[in-house]
């Protein structure tokens, strides 16, 4: 099976500018989350997908936004982009069903996004 | 709300030798899972172990074993006959568990830098 992919793998915008990055889960996994990577926040959770609606959200600002579509790809989006959004951005997804007891996330390589 | 702690930022161990990497947390919750997480240098975050809460044996993967501590909210990792190919970020996870819903939100800790000497 094809593991979590992520693309772009790098990314460079400047202030202001909006982003999309696209994650592509294992086939037959039907939940995605996307976390924030950076040196002095660490890991933190942004928002959580299951069959196209959002199930849990992080502590972030409108400004981030994501969807996930019947396939079970998930986008997310960062308008107006701030110095302080320069990150690694990880995509992991699972197995998660209803009525099946949560399973082990995998991990994409990650978006590196860098903002000027 | 439920927080993990590492308090060690850096780790060293000479190869072949055993390290144990600590962890703790703070819940309210009964049920709930914790995860140990690999992120070697620029590669991609991989699972090493993971623990229910509910299960008072401690989990293993090969040179991989916890102390799992459910009172003391402790939940260390060892790495038995240490390898270069352990030289990595270690993070350690909760997530809480499938009553009343479930979710699959990662709390991270900030990591454990572990070096592999040769």
């Known amino acids: 099976k094809a593991g979590v992919t992520q693309t772009p793998r790098y990314l460079i915008k400047t202030r202001g500018q909006q982003v999309t990055l696209s994650c592509s889960p294992i086939?037959?996994?039907?939940?995605v989350s996307w976390y924030q990577q950076t040196p002095g926040q660490g890991l933190q959770f942004l928002f959580e997908?299951?069959?196209?609606?959002?199930?849990n959200k992080g502590n972030f600002p409108g400004r981030f936004s994501g969807r996930q579509f019947s396939n079970s790809r998930s986008e997310m989006n960062v308008s107006t982009l701030e110095l302080g959004d320069s990150a690694l951005y990880l995509c992991?997804?699972?197995?998660?069903?209803?009525?099946?007891?949560?399973?082990?996330?995998?991990f994409g390589p990650g978006t590196r996004l860098t903002v000027l | 709300a439920q927080t993990v702690t590492q308090s060690q930022p850096e780790m060293s161990v000479q190869e072949a030798e055993t390290v144990t990497l600590s962890c703790t947390y703070d819940t309210s919750e009964s049920d709930y899972y914790l995860f140990w997480y690999k992120q070697p240098p620029s590669r991609q975050m991989i699972l090493v172990i993971r623990?229910?809460?509910?299960?008072?044996q401690n989990a293993t993967e090969n040179r991989f074993s916890v102390n799992f501590q459910k009172a003391a909210k402790s939940f260390s990792l060892k790495i038995s006959d240490s390898q270069l190919g352990d030289a990595a970020m270690y993070f350690c996870?909760?997530?809480?568990?499938?009553?009343?819903?479930?979710?699959?939100?990662?709390?991270f800790g900030t990591g454990t830098l572990l070096a592999v000497q040769p």
């Open positions: 996870a909760y997530r809480s568990g499938d009553y009343g819903g479930a979710t699959n939100k990662l709390i």
């Open positions: 623990q229910e809460a509910y299960k008072q």
């Open positions: 997908y299951f069959s196209e609606t959002q199930r």
């Open positions: 992991a997804s699972s197995a998660l069903g209803a009525g099946v007891l949560t399973d082990t996330q995998y």
């Open positions: 086939s037959g996994h039907r939940s």
